[in-house]
Structures are given as structure tokens and as C-alpha cells.
């Protein structure tokens, strides 16, 4: 295959992976979180967004046992400073409390980012004296989208006020000696909540092929048709 078809095949999977009606995400947003999980071009469906009046109830009434799911929300620190944050968690969401725990260090393929400062936060390892890498998610009808122990990052139950920020179960390689800082801005966490949540998109992930597959499968076929229409036109 060409090298300019190749671009314009990458490109098309690119434009076919954009969640139809993201008010978050830029494409480069979208292929940073695709870089960051690493399995190729994603598909982003919609599954829920925060709209006036609703609450984790409706959030877990959309992603509950729906299969892994990218978070994405417009955060905002105690100075009015906003960024855009979020997780990853490759398990189904759960109201049925407690954490979703990861024991064996392979099963640790959760992370939070900060696409405003182009960071990602992934679980930690197993650590001498602690295991709060093994706490991934927190399955909790009276919460939003929620991660670690921390609460490394905690969506309330209005999905707007008294949000936390208190990174312990992830890290970016270089904090974990100083934990409970703010996902948002790397500042100590002073033990009140310290995030405000505008607006919250919560999307299902699928890989999206590269449409030359099928485009080439379909030119075989075509070919394979003219074939036989020349041998019966030659009898």
C-alpha cells in the first residue's frame, strides 16, 4: 500500500474513532488517551453525561455492568483554575460498595490523566509496608466516578460540589513519597475537599479497525467478479 493511502487510512480511523457528540474532547485529547492505553485508534461511545439535576444515581444507572469506560471531567481547583481530568477503569462500574481490587499487579491497567498538563497516573505496584496500588476503583451508589484509595479522585453524589482530589492508590512516577497531593495541580491535600466538577462525560472504549481492510477485501471482490465475468464472455 502506498504511503499517502496509509495517511489517508489513518486519518479515516482517526475521524471514525471521535465520539459523535464530545463537547470535552479535542482530537488531540482523544489520541493522547488512545496513546495512553496503547492498543491502537479508539472508539468512544457516549454512555453518560451530566446534564442539570442529575446524580451518581443516573451515572451508575447508565454505566453499571457496561464494561470498561474512559471518565472525563472539567475539574476545578479551590483558586477557580480548571483542568481536564479523569480515569480510566478497565472493569465494569458497580453501586454495590467497596473497591474493585487488583491484588495481582498484572490486573493494574487502571489510570487517572491530566490532559491539561499531559500527565497520566497509573496504579501503583505492590510497596513494602502498603498496598494501596491493589485499590482501583470505588463501586458506590453515593458516588460518581471514583478512584483509589485517596480518594485519588472522588466524583460526589451531586457530581458537582465537595469533590477530592488525594493521590495514594496512583501515581506518575515521582510522587508516591509524597502522597495525597491534587491530580489537578500537584498541591498537598489539606484534608477538605478540594474539587469542584463542571462538566462529566463517561464513554464505553472499543478499538476501531483501520478502514483498509475492509476496503481492501471489497476490491478482491470485485476483482473476482470482473474475472468471471471475462472467462464467460471469452466462452
Same mark, same amino acid.
Given at each position: 500500500?502506498?504511503?499517502?493511502?496509509?495517511?489517508?487510512?489513518?486519518?479515516?480511523?482517526?475521524? #471514525?474513532?471521535?465520539?459523535?457528540?464530545?463537547?470535552?474532547?479535542?482530537?488531540?485529547?482523544?489520541?493522547?488517551?488512545?496513546?495512553?492505553?496503547?492498543?491502537?485508534?479508539?472508539?468512544?461511545?457516549?454512555?453518560?453525561?451530566?446534564?442539570?439535576?442529575?446524580?451518581?444515581?443516573?451515572?451508575?444507572?447508565?454505566?453499571?455492568?457496561?464494561?470498561?469506560?474512559?471518565?472525563?471531567?472539567?475539574?476545578?481547583?479551590?483558586?477557580?483554575?480548571?483542568?481536564?481530568?479523569?480515569?480510566?477503569?478497565?472493569?465494569?462500574?458497580?453501586?454495590?460498595?467497596?473497591?474493585?481490587?487488583?491484588?495481582?499487579?498484572?490486573?493494574?491497567?487502571?489510570?487517572?490523566?491530566?490532559?491539561?498538563?499531559?500527565?497520566?497516573?497509573?496504579?501503583?505496584?505492590?510497596?513494602?509496608?502498603?498496598?494501596?496500588?491493589?485499590?482501583?476503583?470505588?463501586?458506590?451508589?453515593?458516588?460518581?466516578?471514583?478512584? +483509589?484509595?485517596?480518594?485519588?479522585?472522588?466524583?460526589?453524589?451531586?457530581?458537582?460540589?465537595?469533590?477530592?482530589?488525594?493521590?495514594?492508590?496512583?501515581?506518575?512516577?515521582?510522587? /508516591?513519597?509524597?502522597?495525597?497531593?491534587?491530580?489537578?495541580?500537584?498541591?498537598?491535600?489539606?484534608?477538605?475537599?478540594?474539587?469542584?466538577?463542571?462538566?462529566?462525560?463517561?464513554?464505553?472504549? /472499543?478499538?476501531?479497525?483501520?478502514? +483498509? #481492510?475492509?476496503?481492501?477485501?471489497?476490491?478482491?471482490?470485485?476483482?473476482?467478479?470482473?474475472?468471471?465475468?471475462?472467462?464467460?464472455?471469452?466462452?
Amino acid at each position: 500500500m502506498h504511503f499517502r493511502s496509509r495517511i489517508v487510512i489513518s486519518a479515516l480511523a482517526l475521524l #471514525a474513532a471521535l465520539p459523535a457528540h464530545a463537547t470535552l474532547l479535542s482530537a488531540a485529547d482523544h489520541a493522547q488517551l488512545s496513546s495512553w492505553l496503547g492498543e491502537g485508534p479508539l472508539g468512544l461511545t457516549l454512555l453518560f453525561a451530566k446534564a442539570p439535576g442529575k446524580t451518581a444515581a443516573d451515572f451508575h444507572a447508565a454505566a453499571d455492568g457496561k464494561g470498561r469506560t474512559l471518565s472525563v471531567m472539567r475539574a476545578y481547583g479551590v483558586d477557580g483554575r480548571s483542568w481536564l481530568v479523569g480515569g480510566y477503569n478497565p472493569q465494569s462500574w458497580s453501586s454495590n460498595g467497596g473497591f474493585n481490587q487488583t491484588p495481582d499487579e498484572a490486573d493494574r491497567t487502571a489510570f487517572l490523566f491530566n490532559l491539561t498538563s499531559g500527565v497520566r497516573f497509573q496504579q501503583l505496584p505492590v510497596l513494602a509496608g502498603d498496598d494501596y496500588g491493589a485499590m482501583q476503583t470505588v463501586n458506590d451508589a453515593g458516588k460518581g466516578p471514583t478512584f +483509589g484509595a485517596g480518594f485519588d479522585l472522588l466524583v460526589p453524589f451531586d457530581l458537582t460540589s465537595g469533590g477530592v482530589s488525594a493521590l495514594l492508590s496512583y501515581n506518575d512516577g515521582a510522587h /508516591h513519597q509524597n502522597p495525597f497531593t491534587s491530580l489537578l495541580d500537584n498541591t498537598p491535600y489539606q484534608g477538605v475537599p478540594n474539587v469542584r466538577f463542571g462538566d462529566i462525560e463517561v464513554y464505553t472504549v /472499543h478499538l476501531v479497525p483501520e478502514p +483498509g #481492510a475492509g476496503w481492501l477485501a471489497g476490491a478482491g471482490l470485485a476483482a473476482l467478479a470482473l474475472a468471471r465475468r471475462r472467462r464467460k464472455a471469452a466462452v
